[in-house]
């Protein structure tokens, strides 16, 4: 069953998918590939880049995640929604992850996991490296008050402390599995991001899709925080992402 809405002047159904909360928004006119997007968390927040992308025939869809980390259940769970959105509504199997802040781990781990779904990464001040962020073990702050971000990662991972330390499950980790896919990557961020710096978090796929030569778009924001998120001017960017999606 559909309940219909709107979203940003865009026709809305929302439905449960494995008794899970889901959506897809639908353009005024499809373009003929089929390409669509998922939100990978956030639904909702700063939708400049979903909202341009839709005007251009693209749809836009989400699904609940049990958490915000990029969990497997979370991944695999996207993997068999892509599916149902391929069959039911006629589109490509595989999509762009649209992910912001914890969105990019969710982005980043379910790529590494299902490549085969992963058309383009579109990390916009992602999470790639836990001890950064909710840590805070580098430059920037530790995430929530009275260690609330180490509780979200107790409660997502099981881990304990001297497990995290030398843990090697970060998406910076699953940098190669991107590369060996050649999964296009656009990378925005505030350079002045104290809740997940850049220096700890993008830079590191930055460096490695330079230096081997990958699909990449990337632009800093001088003298921007974690937020806002997104472009001024998301011209360039949609206009990479649909370059680089193209059949």
Known sequence: MYTYSEFCGFKRADFKFEDRDALIVFPEKPEPQGRWMMK??????????????????????????????????????KARFADFIADEFGLERKFTCVGMSCGGICSVNFAARHPEYAALLYLDAPVM??????????????LGENGSGWQEIVDAYGFDLPTLLTWRGHP??????????????????????PVVPYVENGIVLEKYYKEHGLPLFCEGKAGCGHHPHGLEDNTKLADFIEQQTKA
């Open 40 to 77: 990978m968390e956030y639904f909702g927040a700063f939708p400049a880049l979903e909202a341009e992308l839709l005007r251009r025939g693209w749809h836009l869809c989400w699904l609940r995640n049990v958490n915000r980390w990029g969990t497997d259940i979370d991944s695999d769970a």
């Open 129 to 142: 490296n836990l001890l950064s962020c909710p840590m805070g073990f580098g430059v920037g702050d530790a």
């Open 172 to 193: 910076i980790d699953k940098i190669p599995v991107l590369a060996e896919h050649r999964i296009p990557v656009a990378l925005v961020y505030g350079d002045s991001d």
